[in-house]
Antibody
Framework: QMQLQESGPGLLKPSETLSLTCTVS??????????WGWIRQPPGKGLEWIGC???????YYSPPLKSRVTISVDTSKNQFSLKLNSVTAADTAVYFC???????????????WGQGTLVTVAS | QSALTQPASVSGSPGQSITISCTAT?????????VSWYQQHPGKAPKLMIY???KRPSGVSNRFSASKSGNTASLTISGLQAEDEADYYC?????????FGGGTKVTVL
C-alpha cells in the first residue's frame, strides 16, 4: 500500500527557511503518471496548494508563494522536498505531501496524502 | 482571480440528504473541470471521496455522489450519518496549478 510520510523541524523562527521532506513508499517516484506535491493548512483554515514536481524535476508553484518556494526531488531516495524561505507567522500550518494524478493534461486528483506535519513559526 | 466557492456550512439530520455546491468563478471557467472532493475530519489528512467529477474510489460509500451543471459542481451525501460530520473541500486543477474551494463544514444535527 502506498504511503507518504513528511519529516522536518516543527518549530522555526521568523525569517528562517522551512525544510520538509516527503518519503514515498509503496510506489516509485519515477512513475510517469504522477506529480508529487505539497499542500498546507493553517490552523482552523482551509487547504492551500503550494506546488508540485515531476520526477524529471519539472515544477509548478502557487503564484502567491512562487518567489519563496522550491520543491526538489531525490529519485535515489524516493523522496521529494519543500523549502520555503523567509517564513513568518503566516506560514504556520500543517503541511501535507500528496501524490497528484494528471488526466487530460490537467492536475486531476490528489491521493494519497501524508498524515501532515505541523510547522510553527514563532519568535 | 480564479476561485472555487463553497458554502461555509451545511447541516442535516441523520438519514437526510444534503448537497454541497462548488462554483467556479473565473474568466476561464472551463479550465476547472473535472472537480475532485475531499473529506477531512478534525486532526486528520483529507481523504479523496470523488475524482474525475463523479467517480468514487474503492472503499468510499455509495452514499456519496457528485454531479456538475454549468460552472457548479455538487457533492451529495445521502442517508446522512454521524460519521459524515466533517469538512469537505472541492478541488480542481489546470495544466499548471491546483485550486481548492474554501471548504464546507457539514454538521449532522
Amino acid at each position: 500500500q502506498m504511503q507518504l510520510q513528511e519529516s522536518g523541524p516543527g518549530l522555526l523562527k521568523p525569517s528562517e527557511t522551512l525544510s520538509l521532506t516527503c518519503t514515498v513508499s509503496g510506489d516509485s517516484i519515477h512513475n510517469t503518471n504522477y506529480y508529487w506535491g505539497w499542500i498546507r493548512q493553517p490552523p482552523g483554515k482551509g487547504l492551500e496548494w503550494i506546488g508540485c514536481i515531476y520526477y524529471r524535476a519539472i515544477t509548478y508553484y502557487s503564484p502567491p508563494l512562487k518567489s519563496r518556494v522550491t520543491i526538489s526531488v531525490d529519485t535515489s531516495k524516493n523522496q521529494f522536498s519543500l523549502k520555503l524561505n523567509s517564513v513568518t507567522a503566516a506560514d504556520t500550518a500543517v503541511y501535507f505531501c500528496v501524490r497528484h494524478t494528471l488526466s487530460g493534461g490537467k492536475f486531476n486528483w490528489l491521493d494519497p496524502w501524508g498524515q501532515g506535519t505541523l510547522v510553527t513559526v514563532a519568535s | 482571480q480564479s476561485a472555487l466557492t463553497q458554502p461555509a456550512s451545511v447541516s442535516g439530520s441523520p438519514g437526510q440528504s444534503i448537497t454541497i455546491s462548488c462554483t467556479a468563478t473565473s474568466s476561464d471557467v472551463g479550465s476547472y473541470d473535472p472537480v475532485s472532493w475531499y473529506q477531512q475530519h478534525p486532526g486528520k489528512a483529507p481523504k479523496l471521496m470523488i475524482y474525475e467529477g463523479t467517480k468514487r474510489p474503492s472503499g468510499v460509500s455509495n452514499r456519496f455522489s457528485a454531479s456538475k451543471s454549468g460552472n457548479t459542481a455538487s457533492l451529495t451525501i445521502s442517508g446522512l450519518q454521524a460519521e459524515d460530520e466533517a469538512d469537505y473541500y472541492c478541488c480542481s486543477g489546470t495544466t499548471t496549478f491546483v485550486l481548492f474551494g474554501g471548504g464546507t463544514k457539514v454538521t449532522v444535527l
